[in-house]
Each structure stands twice: as C-alpha cells, then as structure tokens.
C-alpha cells in the first residue's frame, strides 16, 4: 500500500471540500442578501427587486388590503411588494377606515406608521365647564394645557391627559405691568414652551405696547417681566434647544442669547438680526449689513462665524427654517416663491459653504411663505401664506401644497392635522398630505381652541360648545375614549 499516495487523496479530499464548503457559503450569502434587499424570482423566471413596507396603525390588529386583495396578517405588519404605486386600505369593524395610494422603491423601506382608524361610537366624558374661556393652548408634546377664563390673571395648568387630568394654578398678578388688579386686559400673541413644559415664553399686546414674560408653570413666585429687565424691544423669542433656561431673542436689533438663572446675556452677539430659526446647536437668521443688503446665514451657538446661504435683492423675501429627522439635518429656506431643500447628515463648519450639503428641492412652489415652523416630531417643515401651505415631508424627501382651509395650522398628532369649521362647528382631521380627510365630529366642536390626543392614545381631547337650559353656547373641556 502507498502511504503517500493516500495521503495526497485525503489532501484533495479536504481541499476540493473546503473549496465547496467556502463556494457554497458565498453562495448563501449572496442569496440571503438579495432577499433581505428585496430580489426575487417571478412567476416566468425573470429576476426583480421588490420594496419593502412596514404598517403600523393605531389601533393594532387592523386589517391590511393591498391592491384589493386582503392579507392574512393584521397589524402591525411588514410586506413585500414590487416597486411602483400601490393602493392600501386599513379597516377594522367599529372604526372609519384609511386609505392610501402608496409609491414602493426597490430596496427600500417605506414607513407607514401614522396611520389613524376613529372609533365611530365614542363614549363622552366632560371634563370641566369652561365658560368665558379665553385660550385653550396645548404644549407640542401634548402633555401639558394652560388655559385662563375671564381676564384673570389666575391661569390653569392641566396635565396627567393620559388618565384623569389634574389642574394647578399659575398666578400671573405683577408679571405684567397692567395685571396687578388681578385682570388680564391683553391679546396674546405667541406662547412657546421649554422642552420640559415647566416654563412659557409669553408675548402679549394690550395694542400700543408688547410685552415678553417667563412664566414658571411649578412656582409663580419665579415668573418675571422679560422687557423690563433688558429695557429694550424684543421682537422675537424662542428657547434655546432643549434648554428651559435660556433663550434666544432679537433685542434692540441684536441676536443675543439670555442666561435665565443670572437674567444676563451671553456673548457673543449678532448685529442687525430681522429673523431666526434655531435647531439644537444651530442657528439660521437674516441680517443687514450697513450696505442695506440682507444675507441669509447659518452659524452655531456661542462661534463667531457664519456660513452664508445666500444673498437676498432689493424685494425678496424669504422664510427659512433647520431640523433633524431620520439621522438627517435639513435647512429649507424660500426666496419669494422658489423653495430650496438641503440635507446632509452634518450642517456645513465655519470653512465650509451651502454646497456642502446636497440640494434635493430646487422648485417654484405656488406661494410665497410669510410664515414657516417645524412639527414637533421634526418630521414636517410647513411654509405657510395664509391657508394656503407648502409641507415638505423629510421621511420622503417630497413636498405637499394645498389649502389649509384654517388661517392657524395645528397638528392633532404626529402626523394628522385638523381644523375646526366654525359655521357648521364639525371637527375635520387629515393626513400631513391632505389625504384621508374624516369629520371626527359632526357638530359641537368650538374654534379657536387647540385638540389633542393622549400620548397613550386613549382619549381624544377638544373644547365643546353645548346647549343647555340656561346657556346656548356652553364651553366644556371633552373628551373621548378612541
């Protein structure tokens, strides 16, 4: 017997196996890889990339339709499905229904996560008689309302929505300088909350002067009077980031940042600042130099340099915001009526320009914005004139333009808007893209006020006007198990 010859067999053996082994593995690895990124092989054996969509819906174990055909799964659910449009409706028995005309991307995942099936039969509680009631405002997060009836300067704080709410009072007498007799004789013009909803920023008019308060929410013995204490003309305001102590405003023309706690501002600052939109870190405002030429910026908190955006010519205007969403930064900016998106996932540094971002909307839009603000999920950037509204969804990267039918924007959650028709006093909700429009409440509903749905999603909350023996026109706080 030929010992060496044996052993060469075995050789080979072993490395012909290695090789089938290591082929096969790549093999698999190449097939797994093709599926979890959509390939697959049709009916008459041509090979295609499908998408993928994942649908989650409040509430859950709702049916899924797809192209007129019923899947076995309810959801939450993900399906694969070949590329182009297809039409999905979500039903479920005692709810309204949703439906959509989606477009699926090869290789991609499209989200449906905001979908939103009414329960048709709803049982109605009363929270609270609310006549006289002057403002019902709702923080963004939608935890927290403060609301005040007849002219008092005692104001309610209402939270704990996703159970039964509790109310505290805030006392606003001496904030301002004509409520120490205890009555509110001012209009009020914005209110912005802290990120942890404990403080307000308020800007209130009684017609010839404004005036700008922090109204602390869980101690009123540390609210004050913004414009006394820095004696100059704030035009606007807003918090810093997450911060609940500190600010940024426009002070005598001046773009500063304001330390709470101190009540001292924080250099350094910017000279002939009209406007701003901050983001986290950054900041994006429009500032005249003494040529009388406005320029477009964008810098970060506490640098001393600037990248500019653009240069505006005599007659433009302009809006502009910044947000973050999905790991992306966005900064979206009008001149007149020509819109402009960039993204990238960082804002350009102090050496670099705007082009360092990628343009992904270069397009004439039908308006020219007056206003312009960010959802507070930071998904949507909503352009507004009027009640007409240009809405650029980040999730897709596309815009949306159609008219409001409301002078105010307001979003019920995430991703639904709703207005109020003040004749017919119907309560209509829709989708961020104007899809999906429902009358959720057919009569009874009073404009004006803000709505909400619990951050648990169980109850649906709206200021009512009801009739009663004495009264035709009763306020109520109401709400609705969903």
Same mark, same amino acid.
């Given at each position: 017997?030929?010992?060496?010859?044996?052993?060469?067999?075995?050789?080979?053996?072993?490395?012909?196996?290695?090789?089938?082994?290591?082929?096969?593995?790549?093999?698999?690895?190449?097939?797994?890889?093709?599926?979890?990124?959509?390939?697959?092989?049709?009916?008459?054996?041509?090979?295609?990339?499908?998408?993928?969509? +994942?649908?989650?819906?409040?509430? %859950?174990?709702?049916?899924?339709?797809?192209?007129?055909?019923? /899947? &076995?799964?309810?959801?939450? @659910?993900?399906?694969?499905?070949?590329?182009?449009?297809?039409?999905?409706?979500?039903?479920?028995?005692?709810?309204? $229904?949703?439906?959509?005309?989606?477009?699926?991307?090869?290789?991609?995942?499209?989200?449906?996560?905001? #979908?939103?099936?009414?329960? /048709?039969?709803?049982?109605?509680?009363?929270?609270? %008689?609310?006549?006289?009631?002057?403002?019902?405002?709702? =923080?963004?997060?939608? +935890?927290?309302?403060?609301?005040?009836?007849?002219? +008092?300067?005692?104001?309610?704080? @209402?939270?704990?929505?996703?159970?039964? #709410?509790?109310?505290?009072? *805030?006392?606003?007498?001496?904030?301002?300088?004509?409520?120490?007799?205890?009555?509110?004789?001012?209009?009020?013009?914005?209110?912005?909350?802290?990120?942890?909803?404990?403080?307000?920023?308020?800007?209130?008019?009684?017609?010839?002067?404004?005036?700008?308060?922090?109204?602390?929410?869980?101690?009123?013995?540390?609210?004050?009077?913004? $414009?006394?204490?820095?004696? /100059?003309?704030? &035009?606007?305001?807003?918090?810093?980031?997450?911060?609940?102590?500190?600010?940024? @405003?426009?002070?005598?023309?001046?773009?500063?940042?304001?330390?709470?706690?101190?009540?001292?501002?924080?250099?350094? =600052?910017?000279?002939?600042? +009209?406007?701003?939109?901050?983001?986290?870190?950054?900041?994006?405002?429009? $500032?005249?130099?003494?040529?009388?030429?406005?320029?477009?910026?964008?810098?970060?908190?506490?640098?001393?340099?600037?990248?500019?955006?653009?240069?505006?010519?005599?007659?433009? $205007?302009? %809006?502009?915001?910044?947000?973050?969403?999905?790991?992306?930064?966005?900064?979206?900016?009008?001149?007149?009526?020509?819109?402009?998106?960039?993204?990238? =996932?960082?804002?350009?540094?102090?050496?670099?320009?705007?082009?360092? @971002?990628?343009?992904?909307?270069?397009?004439?839009?039908?308006?020219? #914005?007056?206003?312009?603000?960010?959802?507070?999920?930071?998904?949507?950037?909503?352009?507004?004139?009027?009640?007409?509204?240009?809405?650029?969804?980040?999730?897709?990267?596309?815009?949306? %333009?159609?008219?409001?039918?409301?002078?105010? *924007?307001?979003?019920?959650?995430?991703?639904?808007?709703?207005?109020?028709?003040?004749?017919?006093?119907?309560?209509?909700?829709?989708?961020?893209?104007?899809?999906?429009?429902?009358?959720?409440?057919?009569?009874?509903?009073?404009?004006?006020?803000?709505?909400?749905?619990?951050?648990?999603?169980?109850?649906?909350?709206?200021?009512?006007?009801?009739?009663?023996?004495?009264?035709?026109?009763?306020?109520?706080?109401?709400?609705?198990?969903?």
């Amino acid at each position: 017997m030929d010992i060496e010859k044996i052993r060469k067999r075995r050789a080979i053996k072993v490395v012909i196996t290695d090789i089938i082994m290591a082929t096969s593995v790549v093999i698999i690895s190449i097939i797994l890889v093709a599926v979890v990124t959509g390939w697959r092989i049709n009916k008459d054996f041509t090979i295609e990339q499908n998408g993928l969509v +994942s649908i989650r819906t409040n509430p %859950t174990g709702v049916s899924v339709i797809i192209d007129d055909e019923k /899947q &076995s799964q309810t959801t939450n @659910m993900t399906k694969m499905l070949r590329g182009g449009e297809h039409k999905i409706t979500l039903k479920k028995d005692g709810y309204d $229904s949703w439906e959509k005309t989606v477009k699926i991307t090869p290789g991609w995942l499209l989200r449906l996560e905001y #979908p939103r099936l009414f329960k /048709q039969n709803r049982e109605t509680e009363t929270i609270e %008689t609310l006549n006289g009631l002057k403002f019902f405002h709702v =923080s963004p997060d939608h +935890s927290t309302a403060l609301y005040t009836t007849n002219d +008092s300067t005692k104001w309610q704080v @209402m939270t704990n929505f996703n159970s039964t #709410p509790k109310t505290e009072e *805030v006392d606003l007498t001496d904030i301002f300088s004509d409520t120490r007799n205890g009555n509110f004789p001012y209009s009020i013009k914005s209110i912005k909350w802290s990120r942890d909803n404990e403080r307000v920023l308020l800007n209130v008019t009684n017609g010839k002067t404004d005036e700008w308060g922090i109204i602390d929410l869980k101690n009123s013995k540390n609210s004050f009077n913004l $414009s006394t204490i820095y004696n /100059q003309k704030i &035009s606007v305001a807003e918090f810093e980031g997450g911060s609940n102590n500190r600010i940024i @405003m426009i002070l005598g023309g001046k773009l500063v940042r304001s330390d709470l706690s101190s009540k001292t501002l924080i250099e350094p =600052s910017i000279e002939n600042v +009209s406007s701003f939109f901050s983001n986290g870190s950054e900041i994006i405002y429009l $500032s005249r130099d003494s040529s009388n030429i406005e320029t477009l910026w964008l810098t970060k908190f506490g640098s001393e340099r600037a990248t500019k955006i653009v240069e505006l010519k005599n007659g433009d $205007s302009t %809006t502009f915001a910044l947000t973050h969403f999905n790991d992306s930064n966005y900064l979206a900016y009008t001149l007149n009526n020509h819109l402009y998106v960039y993204q990238n =996932s960082t804002y350009p540094t102090e050496e670099d320009d705007i082009t360092n @971002m990628k343009l992904i909307v270069d397009s004439d839009i039908e308006i020219s #914005p007056s206003e312009v603000f960010v959802s507070n999920n930071n998904e949507f950037i909503i352009f507004k004139d009027n009640q007409k509204i240009v809405l650029f969804d980040t999730e897709l990267e596309i815009y949306h %333009t159609y008219d409001y039918g409301s002078n105010k *924007v307001k979003f019920l959650d995430g991703s639904i808007l709703y207005r109020v028709d003040n004749e017919s006093k119907s309560f209509i909700a829709f989708d961020f893209d104007n899809t999906n429009t429902r009358t959720i409440l057919n009569d009874h509903a009073a404009d004006g006020f803000d709505a909400l749905i619990s951050n648990n999603n169980r109850y649906f909350y709206y200021v009512g006007t009801f009739e009663t023996a004495s009264s035709k026109n009763e306020l109520r706080l109401v709400r609705e198990k969903l």
